[in-house]
Every structure is written in C-alpha cells, then in structure tokens.
C-alpha cells in the first residue's frame, strides 16, 4: 500500500468522528504555529523601525526561529493535508535555502570601513540583513511567491481545502452518525473532546450546548434561525465543532466556503479570532472593525490576534449577526 | 538633568552601534564621543577620564573585559557600562564580577540605556 | 499526486521517508514541550488548590500536547496504537469532571473563622481576611474576631442559581463608552440576579454558626460586611470600600452578604474591571464579617509617607467615628506626620480645616493612641517585612474587660485592627506610577547560577550575613545569603525564594530546598551583592533572572498560598495528581507496558516517548528498512557501535562509514568528547571474563534480553546540526539522551534516560543512585524511580549544555559496569566522589 492511502486510512471504523476532532485539534495547533510565525514577523519589524540596537546575532536567530517556526507549520500542514505534504516540504526546502543565503550572502559582504561610517543606518550589515529577511517574511515589493507569507497563505489553502473536501474522511463521518445533527438548527454539533470517544445518544440542541464562543455567535439569532439570512442564505448546513472556550465552525455548502475559528478563554494570552473565506464573500459587511484582512489567491483570510477574550466575544456576536441574524 | 553634562565614551567595533548612540544619548545634552578601536578609546581616555564608558563586550583587537580592566585602573569611579551580544551571559557575569556597573543585552533601545545611564549618573553624583 | 509519474514509487519513498523524520522530530520535540509543562505543573500542584482555574489551562495543553503525539505515533507506526486516543480523551475528560464539580466535596469550607490556628489560603478567604489573619497572629488583642463566606460559597451561590453565563453574557455584549444607559441597566440586571439569590442552607448554617459563637462575646452585635478582596490595581482605590455594608442586625446578615456582593457589579466596579479586563466570575470573591466596633476615632495608617519615602515618617489620618466616610471621600481627615525611630513622635498635624502645626492634638483622640498606632505599625512592617497600608479604629467600649463590666468609655480605648494591606511606594527607582511594570523587556539585575528548585517569587529582600539571627526573617521575603548553612532549613517553610551566591547543588541545603519547594538559585556570584539596595525584588528561579521591583502580578497571591499551603502540609496527592503526573509505566519491559495501562498524562509521555523511539529503529519490525539504507556506521576503536542517522547533512552523503569527526552535529560532538575522553578505562571485565561463552549463555547470566534490544545490536544516534537523539545500549543496559544545543538558550535542552542492567535489582537501583547523584551535583533535574534515572538540564547557554554533554559520555562509559561493582550502599557516595574528581581508573 502506498503511504499516501494509508496515510488517508488511519481512521478505521466507526473512528471517522474521532479522527475528526484529532484533526480539528491538530489545525487549532496549526493555527498556533501560525500564529508564533506572525509574532516573529512582527518582533523583526518592530526592531527595524523602532530604533532599536540590534546585532547580527539577534538577526541570524530570528530567521532560525522562522525557518524552525514554519516547519512545524509545514509539518501539521502535512499531516492535515497529505497529498499536498511532498509539495510543501519541498517549497520548505525552498525557503530554507534562501534562509541560509540571505545568513551567508550577508556575512560575506565586507563590513563598512571607517571612511564609510558616515553613510546612512540602512547601509549597516545587521541593518541591511534585517531589511532583507523582513523582505523574505512578507515583503510587499518582493517577487511574488517567494515570501514565507507567500507560502503560508498556501499552506493555509492546501490545508483547508483537504479539511472540507467532500471526500475527507473526516467528513464522510458526519453523515454517519445522525445524533451529531443538532435538534434545534441546521448545525451539525461536535463536543470536541467528548464525541471522540463516545458520540452522544440523543440529538444536542445549540442551544444548550457548552461552549462559551459557540452561545456568543448565536446570542442574537432567534429560536427559529439558523439558517443564514441574506447574501450568506447559501451556506447551508453548518458543522460547528467545540469545547468550552474554542469554536471550530464552517459549511458544508460546497459553493460558500467560509471558516471561523477562535479560542476565547481569557486565561492565557493565546486567544484568537481566524477566518477564511472564498473570494466571493465579502467580508466587509460581514466582520467588526480591527481585523487584519489579506486576500490571496486563494481567497480571504481575516484575523485578530492580540485582543482580549471579551472582543473576541463581542466579534463573534456582530459575526453571528450579519451571518445568521 | 540641569547639573553638568555627562562625559560619556562608546566603544563598540560594529560601529553601528556607536553610530546610532551617540545622537541619542546626546540629545539630553551630555557630551558623547564614539570610538570603534579599544586602543584608541583608550589612548583618549588616559588623556581625560570619562564619567561613563559604555563598551560592547565582543571585539576583534580589544575585548570589553580587557577595557573595563584597564579604564577602571585608571579611573575607579568611572562606571562602565557593558553591552553584551545575545547568550552572552556568562560574560557578562565575568563583567559584573570585575567591576562593571550594569549591563545590557542586544537588541536593547538607546532610551533603555539612557536610563541605566541616570542610575550611574546618580551614583556619580551621591 | 506525483510529478515524475514513471519515479512515483521511489518517490513516494523517498517523501515517505522524509515524512517519518518529520514526525519523530516533531514528537520529540513536543514531548520536551510537555515535559516542560509537566515540571511547572508539579511545583504548582503541591501548593496550590488542585481545582485552582489557573491549573486548569496548563493541564488542556498538556493534553492536547499529548493527543498530538499520540496522532504522530500513530502515523509513525500505522496506526499501531489507537488505544492511545481512548485513553487521552478520556484522561481529559476527567480531569475536566474534577474542575467542574462541586468544590465542596474537595474539602474547601465555604465558611471560616479568623481567629483560626492554620494558615488560610489567601485564595479562598481573600485577601483582607488574609492580611487580619496575619495581624491577628502578631497583634492577638487588638484584631477582633471575625469570619469570611469564602470564595468557595461565592462559587456555589452562582454555580447553585445558574448565574455563571449569564453574567458573563451580560457584561460581554457591554460597551462602556456608547451606551451608559444599556451598560447601567445590564449592571442592574446582574445586582438584581444576585440579591434575588438563594444562599444555600449549608453557607446559611455557617454563617449562623458563627454568629452565634461571637453572640456570646458581643451580645446584640451589630455587623460589618465587607469584601475581602483587595482592590485588583494594588494601589489605594477606594473601589473596594463600596462593598461595606455597616450597622448590619444579625436577622438581616444574609441580605447584606448578597449585597455585598452584588456590590462587585456596581457601574463604577464593573467599568473599571472591563477597563483591566478582568473575567468577572472566574474571579470569586470572599465576604468579611466582623461585628462593628463602636469607634470613637478611626482612620488610616500608612507606614512610610508616599509623597516623602525617604523621609523617615509614618503618616496617620483620622476622623472621629466610623473611618468609612473617610475613605470614601465624604469626611475630611486630620493627618499626623510621626517619625519613625524608637521612640516615635508626631511630628506635624495637619488639621482638616486650619493651618497646618508642628504637632497639635483633636479633641476625639489621645495623642499616646496616635504613638501607640505608629509603633504597632511599625511592629507590623517588621512582621511582614514591608511598608503597610492599615486601617485602625479606637474602640469607644472596651469590651475585652473579662469581669463584663462595661469598660472605659472615651477616647483612650482599645486599638484595634481592620485591615493591613502593602503599601507600594512610588519610589524615584520604580518611576512615577506603582503600578507593577509588566514591559517584557525589561532586564535582570541579575541573571545565571544553577536552579535548585524553579518557580517564581516576589517580595521584599532579606540579605543574611552568617552571623545573623534567622528569627527576624519575615514570612514571605526573598532571602540572599552567601553561602548555604544548615540552619536556614529553619526558614525555608515560610520565605518565598532562596538566593545563594555560592552553594553546592547537592549538599543538604538544596536537598531541603526541593523538598519544600522553594523556588532556589545558588551560585548567583559575588555581583548578587549588587541586589542589597533593593527594596522588593522578583525572583524567576525556572530562568535563572533577578528582577528590581513587583514584576508578575499575582504572583505574590501564589507564593503566600504556597507559604501557606506548605504550612498545611499539603501532600502530593489527590485525583487531579494522579491523574495528570502519576507515573505508573515504570517498566517497559513489563507485560503492563501498553496504552491502555496509561493512567496519567505522564504515563502517555513516557510510553509515546519509548514507543516513538523504538518504531524508529524498528526492533525487528518491517519499517526497519528505511532506516538502515539511510543509517551510517561509526568508525571507532572504542568498543561502541554506533549507527547514525542523519536529518539534515551533517553527516556525509554516500559514505557507508563515517568518522566521528565528520559529524558535525554540535550535540553529538560534545558527547563524543566525552565518551572518547583519554582518561576513561575500556577495560570490559564482562565481556572478557565471558569470552568464548555462547552468546545465549551469556545473555542468561547477564539478565537476558530485558530491553528492547539485544546487547549484540547496534544502537542508533538520529542527529542534526543542533540535534541528536541516541539510543544507546552500552552493556544490557538502556540509555537514551536528547539534547537540542543551539545559538540561542532558549530551546537548548539536553535530556537523559537511563534504566536496567544486567546484575541484580539491588545493584542496579545502587548505580541509579550513582546517577542520581553526580547528575544532582553537575547541575542536572533529576528523577529517579528504582532504576530509572530521568534527567535534564534545560535552557543553558550553548557552552555550558555542550558540557552537561560530556559528562554525560563520560558517565556512560564509567557506570557500563557499575551494577556489577557496586555490592553495597556505601559504594554510592564512594564512586560519585571518584568520578566528579575525575579518578577515572576507579572505574576499570
């Protein structure tokens, strides 16, 4: 048996729910990860621009933190999109090479003699390698597709797409089991932790269901909504996936594609907001302000990273809203 | 700070360093003079002692430890102020042990120096 | 999907191949992380509430860790251990039972008095409470008697009325600045759901309880009601004084406790909470009750003068009557400047209306009971070991008279107590603001030395010479000495972090340090001399850093919990222990060694980590095959053979064979220096003895096959750059060591497993101790368990994890034998000298 269909068969029997919630919990990582990549960003810009003084030791770390940083990116990606795992270990490789370049093409370079000290900040070594890797991580002027953000937005396609392939086994599982359809809308209803081992006996309502996001999102729609109103009225059947403080939620609908994931706990400073959708959906009349949106390819991704629990809690509510309101 | 101004020599071989400092630390009006070679900054220091050295720990000719040395010899109650690279801090630690008022890690900004600065400047001062 | 269609097959091997890497690098890499938060867990479990909230999201990610490397497992393997998944998720569905049940039923009384011998949990009765507690211990008759509804009632009353969501759900959709008319009705709504409460009969019995007991001490009482929280911001706001209810009959006590604590949703309160944004309901209050004291004068203390902190003065404010106008704002009060000393003395009087005089008196107060204030203040700083914010009241009837007599009724009666709280002093040093500075990069003082024990702390710093009387150590100070002695075990139960300049890790300091858990670095160096100035200090023990000032908020609350806690003699135990870091596969070896046999998240790790390993050097198993094509056999003299795989290129490319200096792993490197050290003695007694014996023969005196492999197979090194994992078989024994070693510190580890041998249990358990101790004494964390030896050495610098390396190699080579040598217990502490003075022919 070739890896790729065993990869694909890991969920024997009856586990496709379980199989389900792993992966669920391994994109929630994948998120994370993502997440570290994008502070690592943010902590080179902030060097860059912020007067700080800096060395070429603090350089040369942090693009080793990226490159450690998107591999465990890359290797989640791999395991929640197999077929594509071959393609993206290679773009790795990619980066990984040009990550050793930029470290070595930098060295090499003769340091500034005396009789040029007077020449601008920029023209310093360190200065110049952090330009570089900044230009690397996400620059807007840099060729396309040779960014790591470049990449990531791929990574980021690749594995949504194999989440919500009709064909993930993962989704297969759903329509197994009718106690996961939820008695009160039109959701399927996953208790992210509990449904792995045992799925639950009866129907679930909404509701009554114990996750702090997942109520938040639906504060404001009536007993009889749920389905979604408007320009969203194609979405469909929902699968929300959940635990106490995190919601994993998105449709079935295979014309709407639309992504929302969030942990909201307050306890720790990792909470967050995420979505994506296709490029047909306008996310403007559709999210609160202070979200940072990219568009891509591939279609729109939209966060909120460094916000407390209870704006997140008030996003989702807006988001309910214009989603199902 | 409407005392006297503060004489203060920066001594890092990266350049950058003393480059980018100097316009910072002088705009609070002390006077700052920048060196990139230990035996230069030292030769300079021999013919005027200096309130506060800050020096980068790592140097091609002259490490910072052999000019902290041979500063406070000259000078006992000059503070020296030691600039360290990233996982430096067993030197550090050295530094400290043999004198040298505080330290500072890269990346740092100038305005954290500046305030390990007024600490020294205090101490000068009591 | 495949590019080269005619390569596919190879290909997919090739991408097969690369993708097994990736999965061991990344279960190892994740059963570091989970190690991690493993030894974070055990320090937190032994002094804090084992329901404590804050636990409870360390424990979901050590979960989810754990999950994750169960799905690489199994990709790893083929799916060989879905029992793994069964046993996770249910791991983590228990421990979430045990956060969500009824905390009652761990023991946690919903009632408590304050006059009670035992240290409280600062958590559970609040800090106020806390803080009388504390007074009461020094200043028996001038704290009078009380008792709190502790945040466990707080829990039930909104767990029992379903108020939990709907709460939250309330204030979460609030926006403060747009709509003050929404946000006052939602405020009210909440008041509402809390007075309309029902208080459940067993807090009501509590409470009657109590106020029945101090009846017959203060017949026809009236009450006090207050918050015991302290105000969130650790400045004097006067937040708090809003949740006083006074003047309260005994009937209608119940109706005040709600209000009370209805009082913590006012406009004002929930503004400022949202502004900081604290969860409203994770953090649960504790009521006070104490009857009222009938006050002829009342006020506030504060231990050194705010505007003026070097200038040697207490300041004390006064108002005749009841001190809550006062502090409210409603009354203004006269404020006495007294010196500090000796023998203190007013030493100014400003008076709430008129001129300010150097000294001057009121009408409503002595000015012996204003000296008298100042110098139990000044007996309280010492007790406590900084500056205090207090509020005090004269009583008008003394009431302590034993006779029953009415006592004296004017202005010279009893001082008495009402609360102590730190007073932050806005010093030049700390900047204009208390507020504790939470700026990431702010730098040590100090960093480096060894950790004896992690964890972090915070207080005020005692530096003792070795002369010095210990008694005067104050309960949860920071205490610096030069060199460890003895006697400080005396302290250790009450003081919130340990500095030694010097110190040896294993001497019997450091053994008393861990055992009670105090967060401990010795061998800070000489420059830790430059700590004496400071006032407050924070302590990271896990980092190895020395900070100036209040740096983690909260982390004060936890090492007084922890103070306390130990106090109690709280034992490493309890469901939650058990469950999350019990280790019950001790023996891989044994039948019981399996997934569903794992009882703890510890049990998964250690089995994922053995599983993990042994699949990647395929122990008579198919996937083997891989491995060996890609595997490259050291070339060496020494009698080790090693096979070493490559994850990256720092072995070369083609070559079947390899030198060990043309590895260029940094991890591997050291250790080889260490193994190949010259000094070392090869001599294999065994084997030559045994020479010309069959092999079966041989395996049969020896111990047989115990381990996962067979003395004659080879053993494995994975290595990279910055990275090596070995698995090593040197003599019938298993030895495996992990080290990451690069620029930064941050990630660099190096950790270490050892277990079996050939000789008999005894001695094997005797070179384990071996072990155990010269580990301890380089500066390594150790755990021992018979003869499993589990050791690390986390987050040094590249250097110094390169020699933890060494002498790791040379450690395996000195105790290949040992088992057999050591015949009694004795010889531990004798081969242990012999190697760290490295007498290295010892162990021929």
């Known amino acids: 048996m070739q890896l790729l269909e065993k990869l694909k068969k890991l969920g024997h029997k009856n586990t496709g729910i379980r199989d389900f919630c792993i992966q669920t919990i391994r994109f929630k990582k994948f998120l994370e990860n993502a997440r570290s990549l994008l502070d690592l960003f943010e902590d080179g810009r902030e060097k860059f621009t912020g007067e700080y003084i800096f060395d070429r030791h603090y350089v040369v770390s942090l693009i080793d933190s990226v490159v450690e940083q998107l591999g465990m990116m890359v290797y989640d990606a791999s395991v929640l999109a197999p077929d594509r795992g071959e393609e993206l270990y290679a773009a790795y490789d990619r980066h990984k090479l040009a990550a050793a370049n930029l470290i070595e093409s930098n060295g090499s370079r003769p340091n500034a003699g005396p009789s040029e000290s007077l020449a601008a900040d920029r023209d310093d070594p360190e200065y110049q390698l952090l330009s570089d890797a900044l230009m690397w991580f996400n620059g807007k002027n840099a060729a396309a597709h040779t960014t790591v953000m470049e990449l990531m937005k791929k990574i980021f396609f690749f594995v949504i797409q194999s989440l919500e392939s009709p064909g993930s086994p993962e989704r297969q599982a759903l329509s197994e089991k009718s106690t996961v359809l939820a008695a009160d809308k039109d959701f399927y209803l996953i208790d992210l932790w509990k449904d792995a081992l045992a799925l639950p006996e009866t129907q679930r309502s909404v509701s009554d269901f114990n996750s702090v996001p997942l109520r938040h999102l639906l504060m404001d729609v009536d007993e009889t909504g749920g389905k979604a109103k408007g320009h969203f009225q194609k979405s469909g059947a929902w699968v929300a996936a959940a635990s106490e403080y995190q919601l994993s939620l998105n449709t079935l609908n295979p014309d709407f594609q639309f992504r929302l994931e969030t942990l909201a706990s307050g306890y720790e400073p990792s909470d967050f907001i995420f979505i994506f959708a296709d490029s047909s959906t306008n996310l403007d009349t559709l999210l609160p302000k202070g979200f940072h949106v990219e568009n891509s390819d591939y279609g729109r991704f939209a966060w909120n990273l460094d916000v407390s629990a209870k704006t997140i809690e008030d996003s989702l509510m807006i988001i309910g809203r214009n989603l199902f309101g | ?126 | 999907m495949s590019i080269y269609p005619e390569k596919a097959a190879d290909h997919e091997k090739e991408y097969g191949f690369r993708f097994r890497y990736e999965t061991l690098r990344s279960l190892l890499n994740k059963n570091g992380y989970a190690l991690q938060i493993l030894s974070d867990l055990e320090a937190d479990l032994n002094h804090m509430h084992h329901y404590d909230k804050r636990i409870k999201r360390p424990i979901q990610r050590l979960i989810t860790e754990s999950l994750l490397m169960a799905q690489e497992l199994n990709l790893m393997t083929e799916n060989h251990y879905p029992d793994l998944y069964d046993v996770i998720f249910q791991l983590r569905n228990k421990t979430d039972q045990l956060f969500s049940e009824d905390h009652a039923e761990t023991g946690q009384p919903l009632v408590w008095q304050l006059e009670e011998q035992t240290p409280p949990d600062p958590a559970l009765v609040g800090g106020k409470a806390f803080g009388l507690w504390r007074l009461g211990k020094y200043f028996k008759d001038h704290v009078p008697p009380g008792f709190v509804a502790t945040t466990a009632a707080y829990n039930r009353i909104i767990e029992d009325n379903g108020l939990h969501d709907r709460i939250r759900i309330l204030l979460n959709n609030l926006d403060v600045t747009e709509d003050a008319t929404q946000f006052q009705s939602r405020t009210r709504t909440i008041r509402q759901m809390i007075r309309n409460a029902a208080v459940g009969k067993e807090i009501e019995n509590g409470i009657k309880e109590q106020t029945e007991r101090l009846a017959r001490q203060f017949p026809d009482t009236l009450w006090a009601v207050r918050s015991s929280a302290v105000s969130e911001d650790g400045t004097r706001s006067f937040a708090g004084q809003f949740d006083s209810e006074l003047q309260v009959e005994t009937d209608d006590l119940i109706t005040a406790y709600l209000h009370v604590i209805a009082g913590r949703f006012t406009d004002r309160a929930v503004k400022y909470r949202i502004h900081h944004d604290f969860r409203e309901v994770d953090t649960p209050m504790a009521v006070l009750f104490m009857p009222m004291v009938d006050a002829a004068a009342a006020g506030v203390v504060y231990t050194s003068d705010t505007k003026a902190p070097d200038a040697e003065q207490m300041v004390i404010s006064a108002v005749p009557g009841l001190a809550n106008r006062m502090v409210r704002g409603e009354v203004p009060a006269d404020t006495f400047l007294v010196s500090k000393g000796k023998k203190p003395a007013i030493t100014r009087m400003i008076p709430a209306a008129g001129e300010s005089k150097e000294a001057g008196t009121v009408d409503y107060i002595a000015s012996e009971k204003i000296l008298e204030i100042a110098q139990i203040a000044a007996k309280a700083v010492e007790y406590f070991g900084h500056d205090l914010d207090m509020e005090w009241a004269i009583d008008k009837t003394d009431k302590t008279d034993k006779t029953g007599k009415t006592g004296k009724t004017d202005k010279t009666g009893r001082v008495q107590l009402l609360q102590a709280r730190q007073l932050n002093i806005a010093s030049a040093e700390d900047g204009p603001t208390v507020k504790p500075s939470q700026r990431k990069d702010t730098l040590p003082v100090i960093e480096g030395g060894i950790t004896i024990f992690p964890g972090r702390a915070e207080g005020p710093l005692t530096v003792l010479g070795p002369a010095d009387d210990l008694s005067g150590v104050t309960e949860g100070a920071v205490v610096m000495v030069e060199q460890p002695r003895p006697e400080l075990a005396a302290i250790l139960p009450k003081i919130a972090a340990l500095l030694v300049m010097e110190g040896n890790p294993v001497g019997h300091l450091a053994t008393l340090v861990r055992e009670f858990s105090v967060p401990c670095i010795f061998r800070l160096g000489e420059n830790a001399g430059i700590l004496s100035g400071k006032h407050i200090i924070s302590v990271n023990a896990t980092r190895r850093t020395v900070y100036a000032g209040i740096r983690w908020p909260g982390i004060r609350e936890r090492v007084l919990a922890r103070i306390a806690a130990g106090n109690r003699h709280q034992k490493k135990s309890g469901p939650l222990y058990d469950l999350v870091l019990g280790l019950n596969l001790l023996d891989p070896d044994a039948p019981s060694f399996k997934a569903k046999h794992c009882q703890s998240v510890h049990d998964t790790l250690r089995f994922m980590h053995e599983m993990s390993v042994r699949s990647m050097f395929g122990f008579g198993d198919k996937q083997s095959r891989g491995w060996h094509k890609k595997s490259r056999k050291l070339v060496t003299d020494l009698s080790v053979k090693l096979d070493l795989i490559a994850l990256d290129h720092s072995v070369p490319e083609g070559a079947k064979k390899v030198l060990p200096e043309q590895v260029h792993s940094i991890p591997f490197k050291a250790l080889w220096r260490g193994v190949s050290d010259q000094r070392l003695i090869w001599s294999d007694r065994w084997e030559k003895e045994m020479r010309g014996m069959p092999a079966d023969f041989k395996e049969a005196v020896l111990g047989g096959n115990r381990g996962p492999r067979r003395a004659s197979d080879r053993n494995y090194a994975i290595v990279a750059k910055d990275y090596m994992n070995l698995n090593a078989r040197f003599a019938y024994h298993y030895a495996m060591i992990d080290a990451m070693v690069g620029p930064g510190t941050e990630h660099n580890h190096v950790h270490f497993r050892f277990r079996g041998g050939g000789a008999a249990d005894e001695n094997r358990q005797r070179r384990a101790r071996f072990l155990e101790r010269v580990l301890r004494e380089s500066g390594f964390g150790v755990d021992r368990s018979g003869d499993l030896v589990t050791a690390w050495f986390r987050r040094y610098p590249r250097k110094d994890s390169e020699k933890a390396l060494e002498l790791l190699g040379r450690l395996m080579v000195c105790s290949r034998n040992l088992d057999a040598v050591m015949k009694s217990d004795d010889a531990i502490k004798g081969y242990a000298r012999y190697f760290i003075d490295a007498q290295f022919d010892m162990f021929g």
């Open chain 2, 1 to 126: 700070m409407n005392e006297q101004p503060l004489k203060i020599m920066v001594i890092d071989d990266e350049n950058i360093v003393g480059k980018r400092l100097k316009p910072a630390l002088e705009k609070t009006g002390d006077i700052v003079e920048a060196f990139e070679e230990g035996e230069t900054a030292l030769a300079r220091f021999a013919q005027e002692p200096f309130d506060i050295v800050v020096t980068d720990i790592r140097m091609e000719k002259i490490d910072g430890i052999e000019i902290l040395e041979r500063i406070l010899a000259k000078s006992q109650r000059t503070k020296v102020i030691i600039i360290t690279g990233y996982a430096t801090v067993e030197i550090a630690r050295e530094a400290l042990s043999k004198g040298a008022f505080d330290f500072i890690a890269k990346p740092f900004k100038p305005s954290d120096l500046r305030q390990i600065i007024e600490r020294a400047s205090k101490e000068l001062r009591s």
